[in-house]
């Protein structure tokens, strides 16, 4: 009788241990897909303050032709100043999509590792219960 528990524990371990590391994997593809979206998702948000942001510096000359005012000096200043503060936010967007794209990846590492530990952990409560049969 003590030898058919020890085997059914075996066995439920090695299940137990199976079971955790195919719930990792599947988790960890989770991870991946949304980090994956995440970075599609700022792209997409970078592209459109690009966008945005050339129209209105479009307008804002047109507005300084259109009032007689010389594109040379000051206003040129202003207009290229407002354009590198643009491209600075749109990398800005493009950079933090890249971020958590990377977060989204480390965490599925971390969950696939656990998953891996789980199954080399329940793998060897199995050869513990066997050892004692």
Do not use: Y
């Amino acid at each position: 009788m003590s030898a058919l528990f020890f085997a059914l524990s075996a066995l439920f371990s090695i299940g137990s241990g199976v079971s955790s590391f195919v719930a990792s994997r599947k988790e960890a593809d989770a991870q991946r897909e949304q980090a994956d979206i995440s970075r599609v998702e700022a792209e997409r948000e970078a592209n459109r303050i690009e966008k945005v942001r050339k129209a209105e510096l479009a307008r804002s000359s047109m507005r300084f032709v259109k009032g007689g005012v010389s594109l040379a000096g000051s206003p040129l200043f202003l207009l290229e100043t407002q354009a590198e503060l643009d491209k600075k936010e749109v990398a800005a967007q493009r950079q933090r999509g890249a971020s958590i794209q990377r977060l989204g990846f480390k965490k599925s590492a971390i969950t696939e590792s656990r998953g891996r530990a789980a199954l080399i952990g329940g793998l060897g409560q199995a050869a513990g219960s066997v050892a004692q049969i």
